[in-house]
């Protein structure tokens, strides 16, 4: 579980270019645009992408 999230803005994760991780480490590989793609994807079928937190865990909901 992840406990230190209760206070993180979980909507970020769509933003294009957001990376949670602020060191920039070189070692992590992506480009933070993959969750906004998909989001963009699910409205264009008129559907939705969303996130959520509980209990530790982070869930994301697709809906067609």
Known sequence: PYQEGASEDYERFFER???GDT???SK???YGIGLAMARD???LMK?????SY???V???SLSL
């Open 41 to 43: 994807m699910a409205r």
């Open 54 to 56: 509980k209990d530790g």
């Open 47 to 51: 559907g939705s992408l969303a996130v």
């Open 23 to 25: 060191s920039h480490n």
């Open 17 to 19: 270019f957001y990376r």
């Open 28 to 30: 992590r590989s992506g």
């Open 58 to 60: 982070i869930t994301f």
